[in-house]
């Protein structure tokens, strides 16, 4: 997809108080970040933010770190988290910008993720682009390194695709299966369901949302 470039964005982030820019430094500290002690939830492509923005203001006793790449992006996410908060103070959410598939120098063992939300990211259709994928084999081993046993991933997507293929990387990584749905919207289950904006135009054009909630050994 593409960006629109934002040249406002760098500059907003950088003034900003909950956007890290060199997330290298908090690695294996992540809890010195906040303002408070709390499990540490994690979102990989946190996109505009209107996600992490809804949750992380929704649950205040939970510290919440949203990674993405792009400036232009993390800029409206920064906005959005603003409005979400309306004032008040941005003390458990931390934005930043890195490549996932480098996310082991920026978490560490002593970070001790206790979730991982991932919303619709890319499904990287192409079987020499599978390694891509955020729920690949191979990145579950490197979100394994940083997380508590127990850990879960929240896994939504309209990539019936990808979701198959995600059922295969978590069973192979032997991670338990708590929640599943083909169709989020029409069999709920998912207690308190935050809807994404691609949630949303993907669900008006028809097309189920899939979702599972598995845990790491």
Same mark, same amino acid.
């Given at each position: 997809m593409h960006? #629109? +470039?934002r040249p406002w964005a760098r500059p907003e982030l950088l003034a900003c108080g909950f956007f890290v820019e060199d997330p290298r430094m908090a690695r294996g500290a992540w809890q010195k970040e906040f303002a408070q002690s709390a499990p540490l939830h994690l979102e990989l492509g946190c996109g505009?933010?209107?996600f992490i923005a809804a =949750?992380?203001?929704r649950n205040? &006793?939970?510290n919440y770190l949203a990674i993405d790449m792009i400036d232009a992006v993390l800029g409206l996410s920064k906005r959005n988290i603003e409005a979400a908060y309306a004032g008040d103070a941005v003390d458990n959410l931390r934005l930043t910008a890195w490549d996932i598939e480098r996310i082991t120098d920026i978490l560490a063992p002593e970070d001790a993720v206790e979730r991982i939300y991932i919303n619709f990211c890319n +499904?990287? +259709?192409k079987r020499r682009q599978n390694k891509k994928r955020l729920t690949y084999t191979?990145? =579950? &081993? #490197?979100y394994r390194s940083f997380c508590? +046993?127990?850990?879960e991933i929240h896994f939504k997507t309209d990539s019936d695709l990808l979701f198959d293929a995600s059922l295969k990387y978590f069973e192979a990584m032997d991670f338990e299966s708590l929640f599943l749905t083909r169709d989020l919207h029409r069999e709920g289950g998912y207690p308190d369901n935050i809807v994404t904006e691609h949630e949303k135009m993907f669900s008006d054009e028809g097309i189920p949302i899939k979702m599972t909630v598995v845990k790491m050994p």
């Open positions: 960006i #629109r +470039p505009k933010g209107s =949750l992380a203001h205040p &006793e939970i +499904p990287w +259709p191979r990145q =579950l &081993e #490197r508590v +046993p127990g850990c």
